[in-house]
């Protein structure tokens, strides 16, 4: 039986979507702050056992959920656009925070960041099920209010041309993160698709692993670092992707990106409870002004269609099955 997706907008946001999109980015952005826990684990190596558990816990979870369904078989581009998802949204994303971070510091990775409610809003309804959309007025403009209160709350640092060039890289990545699972889900669901993204990030890891730390990219962690680990595992791995691919189809890409702005509120709070940092005048400042843009983006109105598309036509899923 073939699955099809509506290419129709997104209907209207439900609290159980909007409270799912919030914690998924807040969740995200705590990873900033627990990853000075494996600060000296072998990055790649660490990246790649951080996907293979989470692979493996959301494998069982998918499994016990589809007891006595049908499998669902996916086509040459359905595995091209899970390959593609994994690759930019999970490992080269990873790839331009590390090196991003280590060109010019977190903020200018953090600044570059905190667009990307702008970059969805404007691309997203030009994406969403194939169809051309105008972006609503409204909702670019609530995505610039995200963008100034997730800059403020980040915090204005110096920067390189180098680090610009690895924080660009992560915008477009994050952006692909997104944009390209929206034709897989009404095929997989939200936990077939974080397991098998997941899953598909380990090999290139473990690659760029081998490259640049040889046979000391694995190695017994110490207990804080094995915490440390499984917080990413568990909380931002597993529990963030499913939140997040269960709204955003819901909400649709452009409603849904106004949660980017929670990674710096994430961060600034798992600081504080941390002990790792008070939250400034600025901090608190910047989180109000993101939560007041993200209110405004979830007021608007849905995407139009532009002319000559037709909102209730169907199109088929890509290359996706259900033996």
């Given amino acids: 039986m073939t699955t099809d997706t509506l290419t129709s907008p997104p209907a209207a946001a439900r609290p159980g979507h909007v409270a799912g999109a919030a914690a998924a980015m807040f969740l995200v952005g705590t990873l900033a702050a627990v990853s000075g826990v494996i600060a000296d684990y072998p990055v790649y190596g660490g990246q790649a056992v951080r996907y293979a558990a989470a692979a493996v816990i959301l494998s069982v979870v998918a499994r016990a959920a589809d007891r006595g369904r049908?499998?669902?078989r996916l086509?040459?581009?359905?595995?091209?656009l899970l390959a593609a998802l994994s690759l930019t949204g999970l490992v080269i994303f990873n790839v331009c925070v590390i090196e991003g971070t280590r060109a010019s510091g977190p903020s200018l990775v953090g600044i570059v960041l905190g667009t990307v409610p702008l970059a969805l809003a404007v691309l997203g309804p030009l994406a969403s099920g194939g169809a051309r959309r105008a972006p609503s007025a409204r909702l670019v403009a609530a995505a610039l209010v995200v963008v100034a209160g997730a800059t403020?709350?980040?915090?204005l640092g110096s920067g390189s041309l180098a680090g610009l060039a690895w924080s660009l890289g992560a915008l477009a990545c994050e952006v692909c993160f997104s944009l390209l699972a929206l034709p897989l889900l009404p095929a997989l669901g939200p936990i077939r698709l974080s397991a098998?993204?997941?899953a598909a990030a380990v090999p290139f890891l473990l690659v760029m692993g081998a490259v640049?730390?040889?046979t000391g990219m694995l190695r017994a962690p110490t207990s804080a670092e094995a915490l440390g680990l499984?917080?990413?595992t568990v909380v931002v791995t597993v529990v963030a992707f499913f939140l997040w691919y269960r709204s955003l189809p819901r909400l649709?890409?452009?409603r849904a990106g106004l949660f980017a702005g929670m990674i710096p509120v994430g961060a600034m709070a798992t600081a504080a409870v941390l002990g790792r940092g008070v939250p400034s005048a600025a901090d608190v400042a910047g989180a109000v002004i993101v939560i007041a843009g993200i209110l405004i983006g979830l007021s608007a109105p849905p995407a139009?269609?532009?002319s000559g598309t037709t909102t209730g036509s169907r199109r088929r899923a890509p290359d996706a099955a259900r033996s």
């Fill in 70 to 72: 049908p499998p669902v």
């Fill in 75 to 80: 086509g040459a581009r359905g595995w091209a």
């Fill in 152 to 155: 403020l709350a980040t915090g």
């Fill in 196 to 198: 098998r993204a997941a």
């Fill in 212 to 214: 640049t730390d040889g």
């Fill in 230 to 232: 499984g917080y990413l």
């Fill in 252 to 254: 649709g890409p452009g």
């Fill in 304 to 306: 139009r269609a532009a």
